[in-house]
Nanobody, 123 residues
Framework: QVQLVESGGGLVQAGGSLRLSCAAS???????MAWFRQLSGKEREFVAA????????YYADSVKGRFTISGDNAKNTVYLQMNSLKPEDTAVYYC?????????????????WGQGTQVTVSS
């Protein structure tokens, strides 16, 4: 059984930084891993993804230049370095694993999800 375990969320002031980590336990393969976020009552939205083929990265426009995704394919581990945080970045952040690489920015193609970690940015 595969589980994604996230860590690194917390409370930070606007302009500060946080680093999220996510590691997959259990045997699996993946084409790419990603981070999504969700506010209460809203749809889960794409934040960033990394394809293991050439370690290509993708970002939502709202975080480009502030967030950096990285990871290790062999360990199915992904990180999200978040700098210059804004109050509107406040959300529950989820990591996700897509075994076959069918999608990227949509939630439907991801096979496994973490439990979520809360990020709160105060103004």
């Amino acid at each position: 059984q595969v589980q994604l375990v996230e860590s690194g969320g917390g409370l930070v002031q606007a302009g500060g930084s946080l680093r999220l980590s996510c590691a997959a336990s259990g045997r699996t393969f993946s084409a790419h891993m990603a981070w999504f976020r969700q506010l209460s009552g809203k749809e889960r939205e794409f934040v960033a993804a990394i394809r293991w083929n050439y370690y290509t990265t993708y970002y939502a426009d709202s975080v480009k230049g502030r967030f950096t995704i990285s990871g290790d394919n062999a360990k199915n581990t992904v990180y999200l370095q978040m700098n210059s945080l804004k109050p509107e970045d406040t959300a529950v952040y989820y990591c996700a694993l897509d075994r076959y690489g069918i999608g990227l920015r949509g939630t439907n193609s991801y096979d496994y999800w973490g439990q979520g970690t809360q990020v709160t940015v105060s103004s």
